[in-house]
């Protein structure tokens, strides 16, 4: 079954950076474009960053467009983001996405907390 598997979460200061992982099983993952979501507390779901199967334009939402990096590597079934310029808005639950025969799966989601 399709599983994926986030980490890399923490807190860090205003300012500082993180790199987040989503380990990917189940399905054949260079085939899937993956995507990043997170949801801060008391607020809903929202999309922050989209890499297509062949890498070749990823978005971003404008949140964190310039500061956040989505990457994928296809011979470890893994994708990351790569987050700088922190900020407290950033704080949040980071979950991977994808969207497999149809269906929408999740992983657990990592902690991330912007804080000084």
């Known amino acids: 079954q399709v599983q994926l598997v986030e980490s890399g979460g923490g807190l860090v200061q205003p300012g500082g950076s993180l790199r987040l992982s989503c380990a990917a099983s189940?399905?054949?993952?260079?085939?899937?474009?993956l995507r990043w979501y997170r949801q801060a507390p008391g607020q809903e779901r929202e999309w922050v960053a989209r890499i297509p199967t062949d890498r070749s334009s990823a978005t971003y939402a404008d949140s964190v467009k310039g500061r956040f990096t989505i990457s994928r590597d296809n011979m470890k079934n893994t994708v990351y983001l790569q987050m700088n310029s922190l900020q407290p808005d950033d704080t949040g639950v980071y979950f991977c996405?994808?969207?497999?025969?149809?269906?929408?799966?999740w992983g657990q989601g990592t902690q991330v907390t912007v804080s000084s």
């Open positions: 189940g399905f054949t993952f260079s085939n899937y474009a």
């Open positions: 996405n994808v969207m497999y025969k149809w269906s929408d799966y």
